[in-house]
């Protein structure tokens, strides 16, 4: 399994652009990065999914350089309600369920 | 409410005793996954299911835990001789598993386990 390394904490300012980057050295071919976010006493929730390039929805932007061995996440202008812990997972979920490393705990300011 | 639902949502018991957590995943979704969390880290791995069929098991889920998933919806966890150490959020995701590779996991909302 790809093992991924991320930052283990972030501070940010409402208002602000937030990028969290993850490395995955050995990601392999069937790989996914897909990033998720948690509160305290909830289950993880997805953000964003992607294999390369540059993925966007409504809360999100993923960035993955042609070589896949990191990827950023990007949260546009964050809030308050941007406090959580983020997840960087790389595998493949038709073959094997994915694994949550430490993640990196945002903590966003007024 | 059509997300998945675990209860019970807190459970406090005595060394030693059993424990069995129920999952409702989202109907249509024919996989479904435990994961276990302690405080400060991430979610743990312990076992997965693709309909009925228990397909993966973490090699740290001792004999302790059995997971079942009799008629590809619903699933139990049971714990036998609980033991201070596992003391933990128990949380249950489902996902719509295609042949690609999808990655979305939906996850319940946990149920905490307190061993005294």
């Known amino acids: 399994l790809a093992k991924t390394t991320q930052p283990i904490s972030m501070d940010s300012y409402e208002g602000q652009e937030v990028n969290i980057t993850c490395s995955h050295n050995n990601i392999a071919t069937n790989d996914y990065i897909t990033w998720y976010q948690q509160f305290p006493s909830q289950g993880p929730r997805f953000i964003i999914q992607g294999y390369k390039t540059k993925v966007t929805n409504e809360v999100a932007s993923l960035f993955i350089p042609a070589d896949r061995k990191s990827s950023t996440l990007s949260l546009p202008r964050v809030s308050l309600s941007d406090t959580a812990v983020y997840y960087c997972l790389v595998g493949d979920t038709g073959r094997r369920a994915l694994t949550f490393g430490s993640g990196t705990r945002l903590q966003v300011q007024p | 409410d059509t997300g998945v639902s675990q209860d019970p949502r807190h459970k406090i018991t005595k060394r030693g005793q059993n424990v069995t957590f129920r999952c409702d995943p989202i109907?249509?979704?024919?996989?479904l996954y435990w994961y276990r969390q302690t405080l400060g880290q991430g979610p743990e791995f312990l076992t997965y299911?693709?309909?009925?069929?228990?397909?993966?098991k973490s090699r740290l889920l001792s004999d302790r835990f059995s997971a079942e998933r009799p008629k590809g919806s619903f699933s139990t966890l049971e714990i036998q001789r609980t033991e201070q150490g596992d003391s933990a959020m128990y949380l249950c995701a489902s996902s719509l598993g295609l042949a690609a590779n999808t990655g979305e996991l939906f996850f319940g909302e946990g149920s905490r386990l307190t061993v005294l």
């Open positions: 299911f693709q309909n009925e069929a228990q397909l993966e």
């Open positions: 109907s249509e979704h024919n996989r």
